[in-house]
């Protein structure tokens, strides 16, 4: 879930000598088949696992908050 910084442009990826990494047709059906294999992955979690996870990703919330907000234990949002 790492998030890969954009060029400049918001086009590509920047690699480490900060050059971006050029969209071509092939990367472009990788991304698609990468995000149609996590998209499916997260369709199969439960409600709860995928309420948790957008939070922690999406809102980037603090576990603390995340287990305030759905009246959970901090364990059991920390072990999904």
């Known amino acids: 879930w790492a998030m890969l910084p954009l060029a400049e442009d918001g086009v590509g990826t920047l690699d480490g000598a900060g050059m971006a990494d050029p969209v071509t047709p092939e990367r472009i059906v990788q991304g698609r088949q990468?995000?149609?294999?996590?998209?499916?992955?997260?369709?199969?979690?439960?409600?709860?696992?995928?309420?948790?996870?957008?939070?922690?990703r999406i809102d980037l919330l603090r576990h603390r908050d995340i287990a305030d907000r759905l009246?959970?234990?901090?364990?059991?949002?920390e072990k999904t």
């Open 34 to 56: 990468d995000l149609a294999v996590v998209a499916q992955a997260f369709d199969e979690l439960d409600t709860r696992s995928q309420k948790i996870l957008l939070m922690k």
């Open 71 to 77: 009246g959970l234990s901090v364990s059991l949002v």
